[in-house]
Every structure is written in C-alpha cells, then in structure tokens.
C-alpha cells in the first residue's frame, strides 16, 4: 500500500504538470511587452515548463521502476558491484530515451491541439508555430543531458523513503 500511495504521488504530480501545461496552451493570448521581450519570455517559460515535466517523469519512471524492479530498489550488493553498475546504466538509459520519446510526444500533441483550437476558431488571436515544438524538443534534450550526466534525479526521494521506512520499522522493534 505503501508503495502504491509513493507511486500515486510520483505520477500524480507528473500529470498534474501535464495538465498545467496543456491549461497553459488553451490561454488566448499571453503578452510579457513588446515583441522581442514577449518572444524571449516565452521561449524561456516553455523551456522551464517543458525541462520541469522532464524531470517530473524522468522521476516517475526510475520511481516506478525502483518500486517494482527488485534488482534496483536495493542499494547495489558489493559481491555483484559490477554486474548492478552495468544495469542500472542501462536503465538509466532506457528511462531516458523513453522519457524523451514521451516528453517531445506530449510537446507535439499540445501544439497540435493549439492547431485544432485555432482551426476551431475556439482560441482566438494564437497561431500555433513548429518554433514552439523546436523550443519544447531543445529544453527536453538540454534536460536529458543534465539528468543523465547528474544521475541524482530520483535519488532523493527514494533515500528519503528508505529512510523513513527504517525509522517505521525501527520504532516497531
């Protein structure tokens, strides 16, 4: 159950992420000044927003797995040091690719439904652009980089949880 609830959190708040962004696109017109200014501002945001939801379902991914994944949700033994290091790197590596596919997924769905909403004269005044999915993609792999050459991402709260489940069961005793 306990794991279920850590899970239910981990994914929740990737999604609510998700639909912060998706609320963000339907928004008419957002203005920050003049045109280069507005420009900059919005290139900037949708980076932030699109490297925060990376990180939010890099998390959600290796959370899942390290909960289900026997093999990962123990810290590595010393007898199979080599053998753990060498999974755990492909892990990390699929979990990347897979969150990189799904990240530039949800850019491109999010841009399309902007394309529907203007064609459906439902937004007016926004004119969904390929410049927006580029700038979504380039905050996705600059992020993907960072997490993959950083690998503490995840790692913080699973120790966290670790610890907490040792001070559960220490206080039982």
């Known amino acids: 159950m306990k794991k279920l609830a850590f899970l239910i959190y981990a994914w929740g708040s990737t999604f609510l992420m998700a639909a912060f962004i998706y609320w963000l696109a339907t928004i008419p ?14 290139i900037l945001f949708r980076m932030t927003l699109y490297a925060i939801f990376f990180i939010l379902f890099y998390r959600s991914l290796i959370i899942t797995l390290k909960s289900s994944v026997e093999r990962l949700a123990k810290w590595r033994s010393k007898n199979e040091k080599m053998d753990d290091e060498e999974f755990v790197l492909i892990i990390e590596t699929l979990s990347i690719i897979i969150t990189i596919l799904a990240s530039t997924l949800f850019s491109v769905f999010e841009q399309y439904s902007q394309y529907l909403a203007v064609l459906n004269n439902s937004i007016a005044n926004r004119s969904p652009e390929l410049k927006d999915v580029l700038v979504s993609v380039i905050a996705i792999l600059l992020t993907a980089i960072v997490v993959y050459s950083i690998p503490a991402i995840g790692e913080l709260e699973i120790g966290i949880k670790h610890r907490i489940q040792a001070g559960r069961k220490k206080n039982k005793i």
């Open 29 to 42: 017109y957002l203005s920050a000044g003049d045109r280069v200014t507005d420009e900059l501002v919005k």
